[in-house]
């Protein structure tokens, strides 16, 4: 079969391929699923709808989903030095690629290589879809129940702009390994106490854990009261066994990170 | 498919199948210094400066990037007026099989345009997509600091 590339410029333009043509979407990242390039009639290509730009919009950061993670780490750097995508985006493949990988394809693909899930799902970050199902969906919702997104793409994502000291650690063995897992923690202060800590590991047996259970038990509390072992050994993670490690190796590893990353946080 | 692009400073059109990467179209409309190496981003063989960003070639569809400016090796110098940076690696004896020296050249061009006194962990980060399996990266870097060096001083 002859694919047919087309390069819509507009939302309606989008919209109406979209419904029309069960089209294959291209955002311009590292996605190259050349089968089915041949198989499909039409391929649209993302990238002429100008969603390539990260800005403030009121309380919200937006970052548009053809963004490479090379110009989020360029601009979100402006915007808000030290945030902690710029450090986990910074941390992820390689010059080359981080030049092309892009967040929207990164979010519908979920590689655990991409370094962008951990930190976005441990904001709460919300994905903005254009197509048959438009609006904004929270991200964990989102990546967990994508048959219900389908003949939708993401224009943008929408991470809550607020100030919250963060620490990203990636398991890997060498620098250019796949990471085993992903540990992504922000805590806020307000004078000694933490009013505020989330957390996400990604590269569990359900894709991903967003630290729920742990940031209840630790807001208000007073930094110097926080036992972090005590809160590390509580933690509920179940991996699978991989090439790098068995399952149990894992949980052991991850569990240790987190009580580094914690204890690194309330010494800020 | 048909595609215009400019290429080393050239306007030229490739004929490429609607699923080829931009590594094949390049190979397939003569441009053999574009190396294939891994396929899959990793070895970094296929560099190219596809608009000023260094990308890797092999994961770029060339139907998605029609009429983009591209820069590979070849576009750099030739082998009777070499470019600094081509220059650079064989004084520093950076070339042994010389397979990855096309991606490196270019990733070392992209760093230096943007950054004519990057510090070593800034040449390590730019170079972290390109493989070499001879060298041991040691020459490779004096050649990086050697090239950086003449570009100043030279312009």
């Known amino acids: ?268 | 498919m048909e595609g215009r692009f400019v290429i080393n400073g050239i306007e030229k059109v490739l004929s490429f199948e609607p699923d080829a990467t931009l590594l094949q179209a390049l190979r397939d409309g003569g441009f053999s210094e574009v190396k294939r190496g891994c396929d899959t981003g990793e070895c970094g063989a296929c560099a190219v400066v596809l608009n000023g960003d260094l990308v890797t070639s092999c994961k770029v569809y060339a139907a998605s990037v029609v009429g983009s400016e591209i820069l590979t090796a070849k576009g750099l110098g030739t082998v009777q007026n070499p470019h600094p940076i081509q220059q650079a690696f064989v004084d520093a004896g950076a070339i042994q099989c010389g397979f990855c020296t096309p991606g490196m050249v270019m990733a070392t061009y992209a760093l230096l345009s943007k950054n004519p006194d990057p510090t070593d962990e800034e040449i390590r980060r730019a170079l972290d997509g390109n493989k070499c399996r001879c060298t041991g990266y040691v020459k490779i870097f004096d050649a990086v600091r050697l090239a950086a060096e003449r570009m100043r001083d030279h312009g």
């Open chain 1, 1 to 268: 079969m002859s694919s047919k590339w087309l390069f819509p410029s507009e939302i309606d333009e989008l919209v109406g391929l979209l419904e029309r043509d069960n089209p294959l979407v291209h955002g311009g990242g590292t996605g190259i699923p050349r089968g089915r390039v041949r198989s499909s009639e039409v391929v649209v290509d993302l990238g002429r709808m100008g969603w390539d730009r990260c800005y403030e919009d009121g309380k919200d950061i937006l970052l548009g989903a053809t963004c490479s993670f090379s110009r989020t780490v360029e601009e979100l750097s402006r915007i808000r030095p030290g945030h902690i995508l710029v450090s986990a985006l910074s941390q992820a493949a390689s010059t080359p690629l981080r030049n092309r990988i892009t967040l929207g394809g990164s979010v519908a693909f979920f590689p655990l290589w991409s370094d962008l899930m951990g930190p976005l799902l441990a904001l709460g970050a919300s994905v903005d879809l254009v197509g048959t199902v438009s609006g904004r969906y929270p991200i964990d919702h989102f990546v967990s129940n994508r048959g219900l997104f389908r003949g939708s793409v993401i224009r943008s994502i929408v991470v809550p702009d607020v100030p919250m000291d963060g620490w990203y650690y990636r398991e890997v063995r060498v620098g250019f390994d796949y990471p085993g897992f992903t540990m992504t923690l922000l805590a806020q202060r307000d004078g000694e106490v933490l009013a505020d800590f989330r957390g996400a590991c990604v590269g569990t047996k359900e894709r991903f854990k967003v630290f729920n259970d742990v940031s209840e038990s630790l807001k208000g509390i007073r930094y110097g009261d926080v036992d972090v072992n005590a809160v590390a050994e509580k933690l509920d993670l179940d991996f699978p066994d991989k090439k790098s490690g068995s399952g149990e190796y894992f949980g052991q590893v991850a569990k240790v990170w987190f009580e580094r990353g914690l204890a690194e946080l309330l010494e800020r």
